[in-house]
């Protein structure tokens, strides 16, 4: 009987072995895309039943790539779907894009720029995006606390006294920020505090 137990496990260990390359593979790729849905790797040549040690060498952003093996290299390709956000419509600067958008899988491919997996409520195009275009992190960005262009309040404080008026931003800004504003036909320096709300220091 325990012979029999031994010839099982001596069996199917190869199996787990070579499932275990394929394994790596497939955690590879979902640290760079969680929802990533391989669907075959390919590896040449057929990679050995037993290892010692395997290392990655295939570029996250391709489907096709190296790996070594106890220092021997092989090919490996996959085929694989990728869910993306698709532009429903052409996108304006600093623009929302949550409702200008349609999830879509796709085929896996060597894209540009890595595409969006999730789409916050504050996020924004960061340039004019293209009607049929995958949202990524290169067009996108969060949502400026002020806008260029835009009417800001300025805040002036000078010893007991705050004057509160206002300004055009001559660019976009987060907290902390320090833009540029057209304050009485003037440029001057201020900083963003909130939301619309600027202080010359």
Known sequence: ??????????????????????????????????????????????????????????????????????????????KALIPVFVTTEIIKPNEEIKEKTVLKKIPFRNFYAKPLCNIPSALVASKIISKNAIINVLNTKKMPFVTKNSLVSVIIKSKDITITSFAKALGDGYKGDIINILFKNRIKKAKVIKKGVVEIE
């Open 1 to 78: 009987m325990k012979n029999i137990k031994l010839k099982i496990i001596i069996l199917f260990l190869p199996l787990f072995l070579f499932a275990s390359i394929n394994q790596k593979i497939i955690s590879f790729y979902k640290k760079n895309y969680p929802k990533i849905e391989i669907k075959n790797i390919k590896i040449i040549p057929a990679p050995p039943k037993k290892y010692k040690t395997i290392k990655i060498l295939i570029n996250p952003k391709s489907t096709s790539g190296n790996i070594k093996i106890d220092g021997r290299y092989f090919y490996v390709r996959i």
